[in-house]
């Protein structure tokens, strides 16, 4: 009889049980059905080709085309244009034919011992030569030689004085200070120079001294990154007087722009209340089929920043619509209570996105949860995530996927630009930059007293994380940044640093340091809330890499 009754007991337990899952799977199930539809969150979007910024150049690539078909023109006597796509003040095209087959390389003459950029034009050996230069100061009659090599040997050599213009409002050498840089262990090579990606305003790039060797006149919200083929991908807007950031630029350093993409402004964030908003708010990453992965805004009244599209190089077209209400627990969004000055939901906050084409996963970075995680990209399950949220507070299907972490191992708290550095199948090694703010989850013990890059190495397999290289705590509050950041592994190990909100903004401090911490490049610049000229991210780039090829006869 007692084994009956129990018997009965645990079916009766099992039965509320199943009973209380249906429930709640139920109401998740209500919940999210009323979320957008992918079709709709396409529409809203509605990303098409465009020529708004582009269809001005053809005549200029016309003016171009005819001069380097001209015979007149020589290495001693070359067709010269300074800024010859009237968007990149910096760079010239110096055109001209040789009688036998050469190929070309040039050097911008430094201010400086180790600042010169030399550059090997990527054409091969040909006649006809087409020389994009780039890395010029401003107000200044630059020297550039340029060296051509012939095949039979021997080579030839000119010298150019290329007068450039003074630099424009919103950019002044002034606010650059350099304290430190040691070029003999930074990671400067012939040609590479620090990007400053900054939060509105002009993009621009400097050199070891801190002078500004290039920037483009179209104003940048966020997103400038550089493309497998050598080109800038630049989120502009219809002109520096419009409100919204919806274009987005495939160009080179020239200001030649090869595709644009156009966004409808109405699926934008609304915090800019009055006025139409951006789609693209903060990341866009190339995947190895030339598709780009963007963070967006999907056109919902109620959440902004929680949605991720892929977008066709092709067509322009939205291909795919990943809504991460709809990956993670719906009380994640039902209980969040902060609005933005518009009344919505910023709930989660996506701010990186990175794709690993060792597996095919997407990481993932979502600020406003202190949260990091991994999807399979053709699947969207989770694969991971690690996040200070107390492990009975995730619903029983996310527990498996939660990443624990190895003593000594920090939560992230309001990080940014999470990307890949390797990944054996086994172990996955990323660099990330943590803010090091409790927005909800993050660590309220250590909050606001430093912000830091860090190296986390994962096992998959046992799913623990490991924190395996870190610099910043050592700076204290200094340096600490509520928002925004960057930290870059550069080519000889070094790792670039953007502490880009330093001071509540008053300031961004870059600085680059060895695997030890030894700081080895040190810069600060001094930034306005007024103009919203943070740097948003710090990169260090070849100009230009040897991917890129300028071609007036290819589009």
């Known amino acids: 009889m007692t084994k009956k009754v129990n018997l009965s007991i645990i079916i009766f337990l099992a039965a509320i049980l199943i009973a209380g899952a249906g429930y709640f799977g139920y109401q998740e199930y209500l919940v999210k059905k009323d979320l ?47 800024n010859p796509y009237e968007t990149s003040p910096l760079t010239a095209l110096v055109l001209f034919q040789t009688d036998t087959k050469a190929k070309v390389s040039y050097t911008v003459k430094g201010q400086s011992k180790t600042t010169s950029l030399t550059n090997t034009v990527n054409e091969g050996y040909t006649t006809k030569h087409q020389v994009p230069i780039v890395g010029l100061y401003a107000n200044y009659e630059n020297t550039v030689q340029i060296k051509v090599d012939y095949q039979d040997g021997h080579s030839e050599t000119k010298t150019l004085q290329l007068k450039t213009g003074s630099l424009p409002e919103y950019l002044d050498e002034d606010n650059i200070k350099v304290t430190k840089s040691d070029t003999a262990k930074m990671d400067i090579g012939d040609n590479k120079l620090t990007v400053i990606n900054r939060t509105t305003k002009e993009p621009y790039a400097i050199d070891s001294d801190g002078k500004i060797r290039w920037y483009s006149t179209n104003w940048s919200q966020h997103t400038i990154e550089q493309l497998k083929n050598g080109h800038l991908l630049l989120q502009t807007k219809l002109n520096n ?27 934008g964030n609304k915090e800019q209340a009055g006025y139409p908003a951006t789609v693209i708010h903060h990341d866009v990453t190339e995947l190895p089929n030339g598709d780009l992965i963007a963070t967006v ?45 518009s009344g919505q939901y910023d709930w989660l906050h996506v701010n990186a996105v990175d794709y690993d084409k060792k597996d095919g996963s997407l990481l993932i970075s979502a600020r406003n949860q202190d949260l990091i995680m991994k999807l399979d990209y053709k699947t969207d399950q989770i694969e ?84 395996v290289w870190d610099y910043g705590k050592e700076l204290g509050e200094d340096n600490f940044t509520s928002i925004i950041g960057y930290a870059q592994r550069l080519d000889n190990q070094n790792t670039l640093i953007d502490f880009g909100f330093k001071n509540q903004g008053a300031e961004s401090n870059i600085i680059e340091v060895t695997k030890d911490g030894q700081q080895i490049f040190n810069v600060t610049l001094k930034t306005s809330a007024a103009d919203k000229t943070y740097v948003y991210r710090a990169y260090r780039w070849e100009f230009y890499s040897s991917n890129y090829v300028f071609d007036l006869n290819k589009d």
Not at 398 to 416: E, I
């Open 36 to 82: 957008l539809s992918k079709k709709q969150i396409i529409k809203n979007i509605g990303s098409h080709f465009t020529d708004t910024h582009s269809k001005g150049q053809d005549k200029l690539t016309a003016t171009y085309k005819q001069a380097l078909n001209d015979k007149s023109y020589t290495v001693q006597n070359p067709y010269v244009k300074i």
């Open 384 to 467: 991971w995530i690690y996040c200070n949220k107390d492990k009975k507070e995730w619903p029983r299907k996310y527990r498996k996927k939660l990443l624990t972490p190895t003593k000594g191992t920090a939560y992230t708290g309001g990080q940014h630009g999470i990307y890949v550095l390797s990944n054996d199948g086994k172990t996955e090694n990323i660099l990330l930059y943590d803010n090091n703010i409790a927005v909800t989850n993050g660590d309220k013990d250590t909050s606001g007293k430093y912000s830091q890059a860090i190296e986390y190495k994962i096992d998959n397999e046992n799913k623990t994380i490991t924190q």
């Open 297 to 341: 805004n999907d056109g919902s009244d109620k959440y902004v920043e929680d949605t991720i599209v892929q977008i066709s190089h092709k067509t322009g077209k939205v291909v795919k619509v990943i809504d991460l209400k709809r990956l993670l627990p719906a009380k994640m969004y039902l209980k969040y209570k902060e609005k933005t000055d």
């Open 241 to 267: 007087e419009a409100k919204a950031y919806n274009y987005l630029l495939e160009q080179d350093y020239l200001g030649r722009v090869y595709k644009e993409y156009k966004f409808n402004s109405s699926a």
